[in-house]
């Protein structure tokens, strides 16, 4: 990817980029563990649905890696080995298996049920009330490059209590610490990557949302979900 510049992905397909050059200053480091499926300590916006195979790496992958990812059958196959700092595989566990290493934990009460390749106890399913995993800190604080990835399956609907259900973060309060958190809008159904959430900045009111995808996602069926940050400014 281009430095300075946010991407998502469905599907393998890339559905935008955004450059981000425009935006001044980089977002307030945050100390919190990584989150699955939650924000804001655990306390606000739980994700509603099943979540498997995470995977951060501390590069931007191109296009046709991302392609790479989401055509593989088997992740225990995947040859993208450069730069991957965190895989949660949820093969029985919320563990961490690559870089060093680090135990997950569960929150609430996440189940252990079929992965997309029929495999029982290798997805985990989250409520969207109080359920997320605490994935440790396997990542520096908002890097500047980092590509994030994950196998979602929902059917979230508008009446969901919260509007945003986070799937990736290492943001946790309102004070501006901040990531590149991909969330849910069970409103609309669409895949969204916050950037920045300090109140104001670029004209978005709570924040800015860079790339969005405009398909509704809630069908039920496994969806590969990849966010791509690269550059300092964002």
Known sequence: TDNDGVKLYIDGVPIGTVATNGVVGGLANSTEPLFIGSRTGGTLDHFSGLIDDVRLYNRALSDTEVTELYELEKPEEVPLSNGLVAYYPFNGNPDNVAGEGNAGTLI???????????????????????????????????????????WIKTTATE?????????????????????????????????????????????????????????????????????IKDGTNC
Not at 164 to 169: A, G, M, R
Not at 196 to 210: L, M, P, T, Y
Request: charged fraction near 20%; glycine fraction near 16%.
């Open 159 to 227: 009446n969901h209590p919260n509007g945003d259900l986070p799937i990736l973060t290492k943001r946790h309060t309102n004070d501006g610490s901040d990531w590149p958190t991909i969330v849910l809008d069970a409103r609309t159904g669409n895949v969204i990557v916050w950037a920045d959430d300090r109140g104001g900045v670029g004209g978005q009111g709570g924040g800015i949302r860079w790339p969005e995808l405009v398909i509704d996602v809630r069908d039920g069926e496994w969806h590969h979900v990849v966010g």
């Open 108 to 150: 609430g009460a996440p189940q252990l049920v079929t992965d997309r390749f029929g495999k029982q106890g290798s997805a985990y399913e989250l409520d969207g009330n109080n359920d997320y995993i605490d994935g440790g800190n396997p990542v520096e604080n908002n890097p500047a490059v980092i590509t994030q990835s994950a």
